[in-house]
C-alpha cells in the first residue's frame, strides 16, 4: 500500500484538517456542534459535519489505532462507511458517512498522522437520502468527550469557515 506525504503539522493547539483540499476542490464547515438532532431535539450533534466534493480523502489527524469499523447499512440508519480512531494521547477520532475506506485498513492497524482513511461520501442516515450531499461527520473527543473541534481546526486556506 502507497504511504502518502505527511501534511505540515498544524500550529500549537490546532487539529489537522481532516479532509485534504485543494485549490479547486469545494469544502465548507459551520459550527453546528451541539445542535439538535432527533425527534423533539432527543439527542445533540456531537461532531461537525463538513460539506465537500464527493472522494476526497479524508486523513488521520493523529497518529493512533483504528479501533471500530463501520460498514454502510443503507440511508435509513447507522453511519454509514468510517472509522473510529484512538490516538497515542488518547483522544478518540470518529468519522462517518464516508464513500468508502482507504484500501488495506482493518480494525487494529495503527495509522500515521495525515495519512489517508476514507473518501468523503454520503453514505448511512447523513440527512439528506440523494447523491448530493457529500460530506464528513467529523467528531473530536477527548478523554472520549464530544468537544467542539471547530475553534480549533486548522484554517485550511481552500475551505470556507462559517460560524
Not at 69 to 74: A, I, N, P
Amino acid at each position: 500500500m502507497p504511504v502518502d506525504m505527511p501534511p505540515d503539522p498544524p500550529a500549537d493547539g490546532e487539529i489537522l484538517f481532516p479532509i485534504d483540499v485543494g485549490p479547486d476542490d469545494y469544502c465548507y464547515v459551520i459550527d453546528a456542534f451541539g445542535d439538535c438532532r432527533g425527534t423533539s431535539c432527543s439527542r445533540s450533534h456531537e461532531g461537525l459535519d463538513i460539506l465537500a466534493d464527493h472522494g476526497l480523502p479524508i486523513r488521520a489527524p493523529a497518529a493512533g489505532e483504528l479501533t471500530n469499523q463501520y460498514v454502510d447499512s443503507g440511508k435509513t440508519w447507522g453511519a454509514g462507511h468510517g472509522w473510529t480512531l484512538k490516538d497515542d494521547s488518547g483522544v478518540v477520532w470518529k468519522f462517518f458517512h464516508m464513500d468508502r475506506h482507504a484500501d488495506g485498513l482493518r480494525v487494529g492497524d495503527r495509522v500515521m498522522f495525515g495519512q489517508t482513511i476514507g473518501f468523503v461520501g454520503n453514505t448511512g442516515t447523513s440527512g439528506v437520502p440523494t447523491d448530493t450531499n457529500h460530506h464528513l461527520h467529523f467528531e473530536y473527543r477527548p478523554g472520549n468527550v464530544p468537544a467542539d473541534p471547530f475553534p480549533l481546526l486548522q484554517r485550511d486556506p481552500d475551505v470556507v469557515f462559517e460560524t
